[in-house]
């Protein structure tokens, strides 16, 4: 079964759900976007994971976002069993007497879950890509489109099964002036100028981060080559991480900001970034969205393919491997996907900074 083109024609309150990290609500850009222009009076709000969330001031299509931390996004298994809380989230999706879900969902993703909680929210269209069979859980499944195709399209191809034609493939975020204001105040409070790298070495798992005395190295030649300097990203919880990428560089040159900004300002120090060197992380898309140079340190955790910028200039940096794609958490093996030496990490920013790259 596929679902009816113009199923949520004359829908008022639509809620989009993506439950996962930053990068996988910023790749929910062009279909935020297509569904605002398919219906620009309709109001739209975002389930997001807390994590995900720090995203909302970012976003123009989207009224509202809520939170779920999802006992089925559990991967640690750190939720303790209470049937009351998932009680409550269903009642909390109740009150907001939506006509319509659309369920986003990576391609390891089960869409079934989160539309039996809308289901028992009350929710009457219930829209999400499914192979399997689930019953009446989803009213709307849409055909999966063929594996191995980018992250940001899947939304897209669920809309099109709904009637909505794409409103383009580009990454769409949006700065507010604080957020600007604030991010140029503590650049300047470093002694970055103008023109400026941004490193950022964190990532939502240790299989997809670089050394960070590797990313060290190469911040300092960055740094040196293009003389500027060169800003350290991440959030509070990679400050540590920072820490040790500023250590290992030895360098003036090279300063950090990790733990010194929320989303809405790292967006803004990465968008008037002049390049941007990054693993596989929200701030490779970050900088996808806003079209800046990027060298991307990626991880054979996931394909290319699937997640890599189409929009910014890219080098992207990988190690063939035979057990890549992997999609681990963590490296059993000695990460020689990511055994890149910091002299091609800084040829490739360099080359990026060109004139006319």
Not at 9 to 21: C, E, F, K, Q, T
Not at 160 to 187: D, F, M, N, S, W
Not at 269 to 291: E, K
Request: aromatic share 4%; proline share 9%.
């Amino acid at each position: 079964m596929t679902a009816r083109a113009g199923a949520l024609d004359g829908a008022r309150r639509v809620l989009v759900v993506r439950l996962d990290n930053v990068g996988d609500v910023v790749l929910q850009t062009p279909a935020l976007r297509a569904l605002r222009r398919a219906l620009p009076d309709a109001h739209i709000t975002l389930l997001a994971s807390p994590a995900g969330a720090h995203v909302a001031p970012l976003l123009p299509a989207v009224d509202e976002v809520r939170t779920l931390r999802a006992l089925w996004q559990d991967a640690s298994g750190a939720l303790p069993f209470d049937p009351a809380r998932e009680r409550a989230a269903v009642d909390d999706l109740a009150a907001g007497a939506y006509d319509a879900a659309v369920i986003a969902t990576s391609f390891s993703q089960s869409p079934h879950p989160p539309a039996y909680a809308c289901y028992l929210a009350g929710i009457p269209i219930r829209a999400a890509l499914s192979p399997d069979f689930a019953g009446g859980v989803l009213s709307h499944p849409v055909t999966p489109p063929a594996p191995g195709g980018h992250q940001a399209d899947r939304t897209l191809a669920l809309l099109a099964g709904l009637g909505i034609a794409p409103a383009g493939p580009q990454l769409e975020l949006a700065v507010p002036a604080g957020a600007a204001i604030a991010a140029r105040g503590l650049l300047d409070g470093v002694g970055a100028g103008d023109r400026y790298a941004v490193v950022a070495p964190g990532a939502s798992c240790p299989s997809r981060r670089w050394d960070p005395a590797r990313f060290g190295a190469a911040a300092a030649g960055i740094a040196a080559g293009a003389g500027m300097t060169a800003v350290v990203v991440g959030s509070a919880r990679e400050a540590p991480l920072a820490d040790q990428v500023v250590a290992a560089a030895a360098s003036p040159d090279v300063v950090s900001v990790a733990g010194k900004t929320d989303l809405a300002e790292l967006a803004a120090v990465i968008a008037g970034a002049a390049v941007v060197v990054t693993n596989n992380s929200g701030p490779l898309h970050l900088a996808d969205a806003f079209a800046r140079p990027t060298v991307a340190l990626f991880a054979g955790t996931e394909l290319e393919a699937e997640f890599a910028p189409r929009t910014a200039p890219l080098r992207l940096l990988r190690r063939p491997t035979a057990c890549s794609p992997c999609r681990a958490f963590a490296c059993p093996y000695q990460m020689e996907c990511l055994d890149i030496a910091p002299g091609m990490v800084v040829d490739a920013a360099l080359d990026l900074l060109r004139p006319g790259a």
